[in-house]
């Protein structure tokens, strides 16, 4: 655990690597938690020893939801476009892309394997925050950047007194930028990408793995992160070039390792990700022969 000033940094397991996220704890005459994918212990040894009023998520995704259940008689609010989508199954279905790639039964097969804290942690959110407005809690006063892309309500956490930025799934790991859901979007995932780079903040805090960045170190790892979407665009080019179908593309194993392609999840957010980058480079799908067709 890390302090800068009244915050605190809180780990999930595995340097906060997905299924788990970093969270922060504002630990100010207000209590409050931003994200709740930390180390379960922790954020309840916090909750007994110093109390939680809120808890404040960032975006729906179940990496930085995961233990809102844990905490049922606490508030929890999350942006305002994500409310309705994050409060019933079709809709988070609908946005991770999983109608989008299997239709009606793709979802009835997911719903299955979905464990029942999944739904807890999402269902008991109750209210909503508004971008771009200061808040204060305590004396830490904090505004909720909408930095779409990642998802399409995606915020990020910005502490102007304090020039620290909540950057979240920024977060310059290997893998790359992660807009596979329905509702990503890589030309939003860009532009939010590069408003990050003009904030009045020394210190940048990831929603997993990387950790802490100063400015300069931020800026140039954001300029390596954003570079593996041109590589992705040249890969998957070529590929159609030399002549390979959508199904085809799907099984190389281009966002993910080929070998987890066999876990159904990963391969809808494979396809969906393949998908947006055939767009962005003015291909179309043809959904009756998966045939790749490129637009004048």
């Not at 999930?12 to 504002?26: E, I, M, Q, T």
Request: proline content about 4%; hydrophobic content about 35%.
């Amino acid at each position: 655990m890390e302090r800068i000033g009244p915050i605190l940094i809180l780990e999930g397991p595995n340097h906060s690597k997905v299924p788990y996220s970093r969270s922060l704890f504002l630990d100010g005459s207000e209590k409050v938690l931003i994200d709740s994918g930390a180390e379960a212990k922790t954020l309840l040894d916090l909750k007994q020893e110093k109390g939680m009023e809120l808890i404040i998520n960032t975006h729906y995704h179940p990496d930085h939801t995961t233990h809102n259940h844990l905490f049922p008689d606490v508030t929890k609010w999350i942006n305002p476009i994500e409310f309705e989508t994050s409060r019933t199954v079709e809709g988070v279905a609908r946005a991770n892309a999983i109608y989008q790639e299997w239709g009606a039964d793709g979802v009835e097969k997911w719903e299955k394997t979905l464990p029942l804290e999944l739904i807890e942690n999402l269902s008991g959110i109750s209210g909503t925050y508004d971008y771009e407005t200061e808040y204060r809690f305590g004396e830490v006063k904090v505004i909720f950047l909408h930095t779409p892309g990642h998802t399409s309500g995606f915020s990020c956490p910005y502490f102007p007194d304090l020039g620290i930025a909540f950057v979240g799934d920024y977060d310059m790991t290997t893998f790359g930028p992660w807009y596979n859901g329905t509702d990503g979007n890589i030309d939003d995932f860009i532009t939010s990408g590069e408003r990050l780079l003009t904030l009045d903040a020394d210190t940048f805090i990831t929603g997993h793995q990387k950790g802490v960045f100063k400015k300069q170190e931020f800026k140039a790892a954001m300029e390596k992160f954003l570079t593996i979407i041109d590589k992705r665009d040249e890969m998957i080019d070529q590929y159609v070039r030399n002549g390979l179908t959508f199904e085809e593309l799907t099984e190389i194993g281009i966002f993910y390792p080929k070998r987890t392609l066999e876990n159904p999840l990963l391969k809808t957010w494979e396809r969906s990700g393949i998908r947006k980058h055939l767009v962005r480079l003015g291909y179309i799908v043809s959904e009756s022969s998966r045939e790749l067709v490129k637009l004048k």
